[in-house]
């Protein structure tokens, strides 16, 4: 049912065209067609970094450059269109049905090792990498991304500490503290939001369901200490939670756009300086002005329930999608030197980091880019996003050549401090639900089934929780809530995900 619904998609915009020059038929000036996941505004096409990639390897290319929250309806619909680019960067792309079942991207081992040196090398740092981007069928499908950090936890929770100081109040370590502190928040620091946060993601208001010892995740689903496969919807102390977040909302505690406010809406809420608290990837290096930055301590989640121990998310640092090569490649090796050529070391600095410079902003000289410090390694600074691809370019490295060739710059020291404080707090997961997202692999039959499901339950979900927050809970609507969940088939859901999970753990006993 869902191709089926995709095919009309694609035949109803058929008349858009999705790709510069072309689709399949290659351009008459040899250009190679790509298609690339972007999180930022920027004109990638007339990027210096493009340019000397071209320069470097001879082949021109046709750039289209796809904002994140597209990047899913115009996959489906290139998919179900037939017309591909020769190349797809950096975007989720699902490898077990559009490499394995329907064979539109293809293998890259061989390719890899024939055609690919640079990022051969990359992987022979470490051969346990390759085994993580295997599809069922034992072929890779896409080349890696990956930044090692040392970190295991995606969002940590931030106070305004310069606020505290102000009011002449103690970092909350009770959840009368916390909710005390937002009122202190709301009724004394004029023009305030006492928190700001979006709908889903490690910024996100359900961030703060760990306090009753539930680890948020965006599919609502996640591995229990005893390896089950369980949703976060039927947890003992969800039903608390969300009526805590409702009164919370009710009272002015919480943004009041807190339920429909996207990303960058939400960095400009806290380059604003009117934030208390926030869950955040980090404060530095993230576009916030340094007197802003200055504000904010990251603190422990909160205890919610007496016995209770807080959980979060537990993060791995897999390889994430560097590139895939389509059928519509005509030039297998032209394309994979082309991809090889954003393997080498300058390549990927240049292209995440940016070129070194030294800009005067105001009197004050920053730092851009990167540059090999007096120790042999290398030191980066700001990027530039507006002139260079950052997430959007390929970056590869295994943890142990990332830490022999970079210095860390104080951004990663405090990411990196922040994951240990919640590790040795015991807050953090033992068993990674990115796994059910990343490593698992299933039939295409259970694929379809799963999205299903997945589409059906999270639709329901996302309008009951909404009005939960807005108008709070009852015994009849709570009741309600969980019966639909059964109806829609949640149960099969967990089902389907421990079964694969299962098989997942088997084969790496």
């Known amino acids: 049912m869902k191709r089926y619904i995709l095919l009309i998609l694609a035949v109803v915009f058929m008349g858009t065209q999705l790709f510069a020059g072309g689709g399949r038929q290659a351009p ?48 489906n619909l290139m998919f179900a269109s037939g017309d591909y680019p020769d190349v797809i960067l950096r975007g989720g792309i699902e490898v077990e049905q559009f490499g394995v079942d329907q064979g539109i991207l293809i293998p890259l081992d061989d390719i890899i090792e024939r055609y690919m040196p640079n990022y051969r090398a990359l992987l022979n740092r470490d051969p346990s990498l390759r085994d993580l981007m295997r599809a069922s069928d034992g072929n890779t499908y896409y080349t890696g991304f990956l930044l090692p950090q040392n970190i295991n936890v995606e969002g940590h929770l931030f106070i305004n500490q310069a606020w505290l100081n102000q009011l002449g109040l103690p970092v909350p370590t009770t959840l009368a503290q916390f909710e005390n502190t937002l009122r202190a928040f709301r009724d004394r620091i004029p023009n305030s939001i006492p928190f700001t946060g979006t709908w889903g993601g490690y910024e996100s208001i359900f961030q703060f369901l760990s306090f009753w010892g539930i680890p948020y995740h965006g599919s609502w689903l996640h591995i229990n200490d005893d390896h089950r496969v369980v949703s976060q919807l039927q947890h003992q102390n969800f039903r608390t939670a969300i009526e ?7 009272e002015g505690l919480i943004d009041v756009e807190v339920l429909t406010l996207d990303w960058r809406s939400y960095e400009a809420r806290i380059n604003s300086g009117n934030v208390g608290t926030l869950w955040r990837w980090r404060m530095m290096a993230m576009g916030t002005p340094d007197n802003i930055v200055e504000q904010y301590v990251g603190i422990l989640p909160i205890t919610a329930i007496s016995g209770v121990r807080p959980q979060v998310r537990r993060l791995l640092e897999l390889p994430s999608r560097g590139a895939y090569i389509t059928t519509a490649a005509r030039d297998v090796e032209r394309v994979a030197r082309w991809i090889d050529a954003q393997y080498e070391f300058e390549m990927m600095a240049n292209g995440y980091y940016g070129p070194f410079q030294l800009v005067n902003q105001g009197g004050n000289i920053i730092r851009y880019g990167w540059e090999i410090a007096p120790n042999g390694r290398v030191d980066f600074h700001t990027g530039d996003v507006e002139s260079i691809p950052n997430q959007s370019a390929i970056h590869f490295f295994s943890g142990v050549e990332y830490f022999e060739r970079f210095n860390m710059p104080p951004q990663r020291v405090e990411k990196t401090d922040l994951s240990i404080m919640y590790t040795n707090a015991g807050m953090v997961e033992t068993n990674s639900g990115q796994i059910l997202q990343d490593l698992i692999t299933m039939s295409p039959a259970d694929m379809d089934r799963r999205d299903l499901l997945s589409a059906q339950i999270n639709t329901f979900v996302n309008e009951s ?45």
């Open 28 to 75: 008459a000036d040899g250009r190679l067609n790509v298609m690339m996941w972007t999180r930022d505004i920027a004109d990638f096409a007339n990027m210096q970094y493009y340019r000397e990639l071209e320069e470097a390897t001879g082949i021109p290319i046709n750039l289209n450059a796809i904002d994140g929250s597209e990047w899913s309806t115009r996959v």
């Open 244 to 250: 805590t977040l409702s009164r919370w909302y009710n």
């Open 465 to 509: 929780l909404n009005n939960f927050i807005t108008s709070g809970v009852t015994d009849a609507s709570w009741n309600t809530f969980q019966a639909t969940l059964q109806n829609l088939r949640l149960d099969e859901l967990i089902r389907i995900h421990q079964t694969a999970y299962d098989r997942f753990r088997a084969a790496r006993r």
